[in-house]
């Protein structure tokens, strides 16, 4: 079964420093891969998403995210974190398939706490 | 002009008592999803609706039924409520599955004492 990793369970960076997220996941097909965000006490939002094309995407927020096909990996990056970033940020993959169940796998989430 | 909305909010409930949770969407999507975030914010899927049709349903205990009366809701009814149950539920919803965006609503935090 595919699987998602987040390395990071808790980040804690000042105001005005650079945000990387590492994301992995573990499935050798297509994949659709997202990005999560959940501020406190609410509900997900999506914060970017990767079908296919330039493996560079932008989201809300300043929010970009490289897809690196041979790593297996879709990290997250912001140049300037602001104190309203702090949230829990979900990488989720949904693998294509022609049948078969059309989940999302999310990864364990990573905690970001900004300092004004 | 809510998408996705869930009642109630918040579910404080004694152990053994049945409760449900109520869940509606606004975007005409066709798919619908009931999710489990334990305490460490882990989420995890527990059941998918496809135009009122089950077209998933993970482990979980059998307390727990989903029912869709229309496409556009999904409720969870859960059973003889256990101290383990305590977690936030989401519930949401997809246009389109295979793509994968979903849209969520904002939770009910679900706490048995």
């Known amino acids: 079964a595919q699987s998602v990793s987040q390395h990071n369970h808790h980040v804690i960076l000042s105001e005005a420093a650079s945000l990387e997220l590492g994301c992995n996941y573990s499935y050798g097909g297509t994949v659709n891969l997202f990005w999560y965000v959940q501020y406190p006490g609410q509900h997900l939002q999506l914060l970017l998403k990767?079908?296919?094309?330039?493996?560079l995407v932008k989201g809300i927020k300043g929010f970009e995210a490289e897809f690196i096909k041979s790593k297996f990996s879709f990290n997250l990056r912001k140049p300037s974190v602001q104190w309203s970033d702090t949230a829990e940020y979900f990488c989720?993959?949904?693998?294509?398939?022609?049948?078969?169940?059309?989940?999302?796998?999310f990864g364990k989430g990573t905690k970001l706490s900004v300092i004004p | 002009d809510t998408a996705v909305s869930q009642t109630p909010k918040y579910l404080v409930t004694q152990m053994g008592n049945d409760k449900s949770i109520k869940c509606e969407q606004n975007l005409g999507h066709d798919t619908m999803y009931w999710y489990k975030q334990d305490s460490k914010k882990f989420l995890k899927i527990m059941f998918s609706y496809n135009n009122k049709e089950l077209i998933i349903n993970e482990t979980v205990p059998n307390r727990f039924s989903p029912k869709s009366p229309d496409k556009a809701h999904l409720n969870l009814h859960i059973n003889s409520l256990e101290l383990g149950d305590s977690a936030v539920y989401f519930c949401?919803?997809?246009?389109?599955?295979?793509?994968?965006?979903?849209?969520f609503g904002p939770g009910t935090r679900l706490t048995v004492l």
């Open positions: 989720a993959v949904n693998p294509y398939s022609g049948a078969g169940s059309y989940q999302l796998t």
């Open positions: 990767y079908f296919s094309g330039d493996p």
């Open positions: 949401a919803s997809s246009p389109r599955p295979k793509e994968g965006t979903q849209y």
